[in-house]
T-cell receptor, first 112, second 113 residues
Framework: KQEVTQIPAALSVPEGENLVLNCSFTDSAIYNLQWFRQDPGKGLTSLLLIQSSQREQTSGRLNASLDKSSGRSTLYIAASQPGDSATYLCAVDMNRDDKIIFGKGTRLHILP | SAVISQKPSRDICQRGTSLTIQCQVDSQVTMMFWYRQQPGQSLTLIAT?????????ESGFVIDKFPISRPNLTFSTLTVSNMSPEDSSIYLC??????????FGPGTRLLVL
């Protein structure tokens, strides 16, 4: 059974710092991995999608990497800003019935 | 990407009543899902909304409590029936697009008193 773990559960960093969020999964036979952002009480915003054949994806200040063999993905945020404060969730797609499996998220707080 | 809207965005309901949540997508999609997110928790899949047939429910969720309709490829409803305070959650619909990226609606925030 696939399990997705995100470490740390919460993180506070000063504005301007670069930071890395971690996501690990137990079954490496994934189809893709997706990173989402969730603001309090709101829905999920898709940030980056990495197919299983890809190593990384970039969007602006965000870079997501994927090491399928070791069951890991990282989300790198450059030059953090207070507006980046949110919960970040990773989810893996096992190519079974289109369902995705979520981690519990990392709650990020950027200190002004 | 897809533009997904949900109605209502939030509601406060009395115990024992029912609420129907609507999800509208700006394009035709095959797969639509309903999730629940309880306070402080991650997302839990309730069911897959199938167009033209009955929804497929995950373990722990039943049709009598969470009836779902999917009349066409752009619209679905989820009803939370006979509500109790334990049903207080954010309810989200999502769709899968070609390339298997999932997109979520803005959520419906429900408080049951």
């Amino acid at each position: 059974k696939q399990e997705v773990t995100q470490i740390p559960a919460a993180l506070s960093v000063p504005e301007g710092e670069n930071l890395v969020l971690n996501c690990s999964f137990t079954d490496s036979a994934i189809y893709n991995l997706q990173w989402f952002r969730q603001d309090p009480g709101k829905g999920l915003t898709s940030l980056l999608l990495i197919q299983s054949s890809q190593r990384e994806q970039t969007s602006g200040r965000l870079n997501a990497s994927l090491d399928k063999s070791s069951g890991r993905s990282t989300l790198y945020i450059a030059a953090s800003q207070p507006g980046d404060s949110a919960t970040y969730l990773c989810a893996v797609d096992m190519n079974r019935d289109d369902k995705i499996i979520f981690g519990k998220g990392t709650r990020l707080h950027i200190l002004p | 990407s897809a533009v997904i809207s949900q109605k209502p965005s939030r509601d406060i309901c009395q115990r024992g009543t029912s609420l129907t949540i609507q999800c509208q997508v700006d394009s035709q999609v095959t797969m639509m899902f309903w999730y629940r997110q309880q306070p402080g928790q991650s997302l839990t899949l309730i069911a897959t909304a199938n167009q033209g047939s009955e929804a497929t429910y995950e373990s722990g969720f039943v049709i009598d409590k969470f009836p779902i309709s999917r009349p066409n490829l752009t619209f679905s409803t989820l009803t939370v029936s006979n509500m109790s305070p334990e049903d207080s959650s954010i309810y989200l619909c999502s769709v899968v697009l070609p390339g298997r990226a999932q997109y979520f609606g803005p959520g419906t925030r429900l408080l049951v008193l």
